[in-house]
Nanobody, 116 residues
Framework: QVQLVESGGGLVQSGGSLRLSCGVSGSIISIYAMGWFRQAPGKQRELIAGIARGGGTTYADSTKGRFTISRDNAKNTVYLQMNSLKPEDTAVYYC??????????WGQGTQVTVSS
């Protein structure tokens, strides 16, 4: 069974930075595109950054230029460097593979709270 463990969230002031990590066990991430998602209160979960098997990256307009996704296949871990954080970035952040069908079961996520 695949387990996703997100970490690195916290409370930060507007303009600050955080680095999130997502450790994956029970599968290998090297064969998948991976993504970071977030869910703000009262909103649907959305994909905000993706990284292909070959390392190519894509971002939602809301995070482009501020967030950087990366992967370490040897550690089976995906990262999200978040800079210039804004209050609207407040959400629970999750990682998962990016597939046409159903992804893995979601982890517990990591809470990011940005104060103004």
């Amino acid at each position: 069974q695949v387990q996703l463990v997100e970490s690195g969230g916290g409370l930060v002031q507007s303009g600050g930075s955080l680095r999130l990590s997502c450790g994956v066990s029970g599968s290998i991430i090297s064969i998948y595109a991976m993504g970071w998602f977030r869910q703000a209160p009262g909103k649907q979960r959305e994909l905000i950054a993706g990284i292909a098997r070959g390392g190519g990256t894509t971002y939602a307009d809301s995070t482009k230029g501020r967030f950087t996704i990366s992967r370490d296949n040897a550690k089976n871990t995906v990262y999200l460097q978040m800079n210039s954080l804004k209050p609207e970035d407040t959400a629970v952040y999750y990682c998962n593979r990016i597939v046409a069908g159903t992804g893995w079961s979601w982890g517990q996520g990591t809470q990011v709270t940005v104060s103004s």
